[in-house]
């Protein structure tokens, strides 16, 4: 019994407006990979970290997470987030065949504190078959239409900003991504996943209940200039 955990860090995160794929920017001398991978790690309930790369970045981040020995992975990206959630997924089961917990965390949440990594394993060793982080809604939410109209306002209360690491029994989200076809060697090229902006909507659809836990605020996705300049006061004394 253990427990994986799949970063996909392929994107470019354009909307941070840096010379460097996102996980690769540093913040206090380590990029955000670094830090998301040794709070993982750090948690002491992950065996095995596998870290999807832009392709053209692959030597550039084994070389980053290298102190990390045996214990973390690098593979290629695929073109979506979902893509390389499912590659980093299928080498992690084959690393660790016997994982029955697998935790999907974005390496731009680089920040999550260790206690939020053990309660979302603590609750799939529980019984839970998927499970999320989740904050309440400060902010009045609205939908719009495509012109940018109101068209409702759903009710705050019942609304939650959802972070990772997410965790999922290891053969559901097995299931959510049909990686029993893509480990056919023969089936080729691996099909694009359906568009999910995170792992336990994929789930979801499967009809399974996702539970959720108390996320932190430091769990927060390093997205904007605004999120790096928070990121830096964050660990001012405290690298990675
Ligand atoms: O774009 P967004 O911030 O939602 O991306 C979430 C995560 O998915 C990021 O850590 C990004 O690096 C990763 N990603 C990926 N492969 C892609 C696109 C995004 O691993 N092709």
Known sequence: MSVIAVVPAAGRGERLGAQVPKALVEVA???????????????????????????AEVEVVTMAVRRFEARVSVVVGGAERGDSVRLALRAGLRTLPDADVVLVHDAARAFTPVEVVRSVVDAVRAGSAAVVPVLPVSDTVKQVDETGRVVA????????????????????????????????ESASPVASVPQATDDAGLVERLGVPVRTVPGHAHAFKVTTPFDLALADALLVGHPA
């Open 29 to 55: 001398g380590e990029p955000l990979l670094v830090h998301a991978v040794h709070g993982l790690l750090a948690a002491g309930c992950v065996d095995h970290v596998v870290v999807a790369a832009p392709a």
């Open 153 to 184: 306002t759903p009710e705050r209360a019942a609304l939650r900003i959802v972070q990772t690491p997410q965790a999922f029994a290891a053969a559901v989200l097995r299931r959510a991504y049909d990686i029993l076809a893509a480990d056919d």
